[in-house]
């Protein structure tokens, strides 16, 4: 059936909402806030960072890339998930090894980010040919 002789109350093919670029953001975001959580202590006990500094930091980032990887539905949150990574980086200016881990989810981010885009605009273009042979096949 073609999107001009579908009616507006027929269910969307779930298939065409599914998004995997969104999949593999939200999963790297809530893998990275797992490292990010566990850098806190690492901040604290080795880095000699004081507690009122590596709480907040540590905790507040990991609790964002949660709240974030949940919002992957707008695109406005990909900025922020962009954002994160900007932080999980800065903080190996107070525990330098996290430049390091920081520095791999960002670039597992921006593969996701990139190869979900790819994947989106390949399965747009597919269904866009369904949709037109299967207009063809019923004129």
Known sequence: MSDESRSPDAPVDP???KSPRRGMCAAVL???AIAVGL???VMIGISDIRPAVAL???LGLAVLCVLVAGMLRRES???LGHVL???AVALGFLAPLMFVVGGVFALLWGTAYGLGRKIENERAAAFATYDQHQGSEGS
Do not use: D, K, N
Request: net charge negative; proline share 11%.
């Open 85 to 87: 990574q900007v932080g």
């Open 15 to 17: 298939e065409r909402e």
């Open 77 to 79: 949150a990909y900025v």
């Open 56 to 58: 907040p930091l540590g």
């Open 39 to 41: 850098s806190t202590p």
């Open 30 to 32: 809530t893998l990275e």
